[in-house]
């Protein structure tokens, strides 16, 4: 049908040009969301602690030890203390299963030191903490270092000290370390993002079950572990089985003997291998009650040492097992 009326016309070209803006406007607004997802989605990702490392290898981190995370972020991250250089540890199948701090001032110490018996991955391939003794854990995100205390799962512990990278150049776009700097870690919700991780890789290592191979290669390490644990504890048994492990034994279940500073000054002591003691007024100590001679000490002249004056203050010969002891009475 020909319209005649310019009006009409007009305003059918007007019509059909806002529904062209509208659908450029909406297929715009798609796209960018598309790209926002894509954006959330990676900065998301979670990377086990093997291949943190293999990145890692090499990168120099400072170590903060005072960390006081704020729900929402501006959290506290202060008093520097190690630098130092991490270093994958491999176990004798090529597998990393855990690392090293090297130390910066003196590489042949470690501020991080790598124990097979205590620092023990939570999945073989996919691992998203290491266990330590002590309820104590390690955990790598973005490229940092979280050392858990108080760890008693993945969603209860608290966070103790954490190490930043100084990432050089060449690795500044590798995707471990997005979100490494000291200003992205006092500004995310700490606890938050550790929690989150571990749900995360929770999931991925679901998807990921060993094979053979690998099955394999994960009980010959546990048998590691636990023969070396057996060993140790065979040892020990040994020792609290032989007669000088149930003298020991004997000595440390007798009654101790607690000595009191009733007085207003110090008491000075000095006993076993060089052993001293300033007990201060109001202080108590135990001893063993058959171990030996405590003896009156002296200040070593200029000094803050103390010298035995070879005067007997009490004989711990068995007899006052179990008493308290007022240093007014010696």
Not at 153 to 162: C, E, H, M, R, V
Not at 198 to 226: C, G, H, L, R, S
Not at 238 to 251: I, R
Request: aromatic share 8%.
């Amino acid at each position: 049908m020909r319209l005649t009326n310019p009006n009409v016309a007009r305003s059918c070209i007007l019509v059909q040009k806002f529904f062209r803006t509208l659908k450029h406007l909406l297929m715009k607004k798609i796209i960018l969301a598309t790209l926002l997802g894509l954006s959330v989605t990676a900065s998301h990702a979670q990377i086990d602690m093997i291949t943190s490392l293999k990145a890692m290898d090499g990168v120099v981190y400072t170590e903060y030890w005072n960390v006081v995370p704020v729900e929402g972020g501006k959290n506290t991250i202060s008093e520097k203390r190690y630098v130092a250089t991490v270093s994958p540890v491999k176990n004798r199948f090529g597998h990393i299963v855990g690392f090293d701090a090297l130390s910066k001032e003196n590489p042949a110490e470690k501020n991080i030191d790598y124990n097979y018996m205590y620092n023990i991955f939570d999945h073989y391939t996919h691992p998203s903490y290491s266990t330590g003794s002590a309820s104590h854990a390690q955990v790598i995100i973005n490229g940092c270092i979280f050392d858990l205390e108080h760890f008693e799962s993945t969603t209860q512990f608290d966070i103790d000290k954490i190490w930043i990278p100084s990432v050089p150049k060449d690795k500044a776009a590798d995707p471990v370390f997005k979100g490494a700097k000291m200003s992205d870690m006092k500004s995310v919700d700490l606890m938050k993002l550790i929690k989150d991780y571990f749900v995360e890789m929770k999931k991925i290592q679901d998807a990921n079950p060993y094979n053979a191979a690998m099955q394999e290669e994960a009980n010959t390490m546990k048998f590691i572990v636990d023969s070396t644990q057996l060993t140790y504890d065979n040892a020990n048994a040994a020792y609290w089985n032989s007669p000088e492990g149930q003298a020991k034994l004997n000595q440390l279940r007798k009654p101790k003997v607690t000595l009191v500073n009733d007085t207003q000054t110090d008491v000075l002591m000095c006993y076993g291998q060089g052993v001293s003691t300033v007990l201060k007024p109001g202080e108590k100590k135990e001893f063993s009650c058959d171990n030996g001679k405590i003896f009156k000490g002296k200040l070593r002249a200029n000094s803050d040492q103390l010298d035995s004056t070879g005067e007997v203050l009490l004989d711990l010969d068995g007899t006052g097992c179990g008493r308290e002891i007022k240093a007014s009475t010696l």
